[in-house]
């Protein structure tokens, strides 16, 4: 075992002293960034300085730090992939990425990795490409700091800001993501971290999972998109302190989540969306200590959904807070603070001494017939609702909150 650990340190010594750099641009002996790469050795680090560089697809395929000087520009000119990374423990920083070419079956990248593990790809601007990064089955990378930028006006013509396929053990950290069709996409993805970032203005989603499980994502704002996100085909997915915010449209939602299970929602923000969260043939998911403000519907929770618990959440401002299109209910409300509650505490425990039925007969109306719209905040629906409160005769007598609460929970 001695023997081992000797001959590693000389082995990371060796590579320490004979690594070199190399420096690029027309102020130096090297002026292109392939003879710089056919000139490295692994282990080396390049460094490109200012200039634009329009070289066609430059590919890295050594182990190599591969750094940009006051953020030189690697121009596709509308052809190619701008940067193909084909080894592993590559380091890519502090360049503009523009103008890959654009080709639905090719997928054409600003930033593509191969196949390979332990890459890092930090504080790049990517503008005007097809997909912005790409990773495809990849494994312990990090891709952080990134501004992704695109002009996507139809989904079918731009690909994602940051999509990963089949990989594990990616962690997605503080870029600003938007114009793309998906903000960032996951498929096939395992025990995966997305974290603080911005993913806005996007023609479909702000982030979409697809068969991808054990992930979480924490922290990020998902602000204007088409739909919001969409979390399908996944379990034990946790969802913590993401805003989802002004996400409007006819099928838009803040957060929709399709055929899950075990997933945790905690502490987010839902303001200003359609439908705030969607949930079709859900299972085990825990929705608690969230807050739902200003949406036209709080929830939809569809009949296929089952053992779902909804908890200690705020309801505020909301036209619907809830909504189903069944009258077989299999999940629980428990001590959430509804403001359109109208009962009492005389015992001042903080819990209303009446339950309370979230799922307002107009909500109903609506769900089987949106026409009915039409009739908002008419007195006669007012007084429907009124009247259904009180003798309930189409809304699930087991749709109710036994505890709710007479202040909202701290913002």
């Known amino acids: 075992m001695k023997n081992f650990y000797f001959i590693l340190f000389h082995f ?12 690029v641009g027309a102020n130096f002996p090297v002026k292109t960034i392939k003879q710089a790469l056919e000139m490295a050795k692994e282990g080396d680090t390049i460094i490109v300085n200012k200039g634009t560089y329009k070289e066609g697809n430059i590919i890295i395929n050594k182990r190599i730090a591969f750094i940009g000087k006051n953020l030189p520009i690697l121009d596709g000119q509308n052809k190619n992939e701008v940067l193909s990374i ?40 990517l503008d005007n490409n097809f997909f912005g990064i790409y990773l495809q089955n990849c494994y312990n990378c990090i891709v952080k700091g990134n501004t992704i930028v695109a002009y996507g006006k139809e989904e079918q013509l731009i690909g994602n800001g940051i999509h990963c396929w089949k990989s594990g053990n990616i962690q997605i950290i503080a870029n600003k993501i938007s114009g793309h ?3 960032i996409y996951f498929e096939f993805v395992t025990n995966s971290v997305i974290w603080r970032n911005i993913s806005a203005k996007n023609i479909r989603y702000g982030l979409h999972f697809m068969f991808s499980n ?28 993401n805003t989802f915010e002004e996400n409007w449209g006819d099928s838009a939602y803040g957060l929709l989540l399709k055929e899950i299970s075990d997933g945790y929602l905690f502490n987010n923000k839902f303001i200003k969306n359609t439908t705030a969260i969607y949930m079709e043939g859900t299972t085990r998911i825990k929705v608690e200590k969230n807050d739902f403000v200003s949406n036209g519907w709080g929830m939809k929770i569809q009949a296929s959904c089952m053992d779902n618990e909804i908890a200690n959440n705020n309801y505020l401002k909301n036209t619907f807070d809830i909504s189903t299109n069944g009258s077989l209910v299999l999940n629980t409300f428990n001590n959430n603070y509804w403001d359109k509650y ?4 005389l015992d001042k425990n903080g819990i209303g001494d009446v339950p309370y039925h979230p799922l307002s007969l107009f909500a109903v109306l609506t769900e089987k017939n949106s026409s009915t719209m039409l009739l908002y905040r008419s007195f006669m629906i007012t007084l429907l609702d009124k009247s259904e409160k009180v003798l ?3 809304t699930p007598d087991n749709f ?12």
């Open 12 to 23: 990371f010594v060796i590579q320490f002293v004979f690594a070199k750099t190399i420096q």
């Open 86 to 125: 084909k080894a592993d423990s590559v380091f890519v920083q502090g360049f503009k990425l523009i103008n890959s070419g654009h080709a639905a079956l090719e997928d054409p990248c600003g930033i593509k990795v191969y196949n390979k593990s332990f890459v890092r790809i930090f504080n790049n601007t």
């Open 181 to 183: 069709r998906d903000g």
């Open 214 to 241: 054990n992930d979480d994502y924490i922290s990020n704002v998902f602000e204007n998109n088409g739909a919001g996100v969409a979390v399908m085909f996944s379990k034990s997915v946790k969802m913590i302190n």
């Open 342 to 345: 109208e009962g009492y505490d």
């Open 392 to 394: 309930p005769s189409i």
């Open 400 to 411: 109710i909150d036994k505890m709710p609460l007479m202040k909202s929970l701290p913002l």
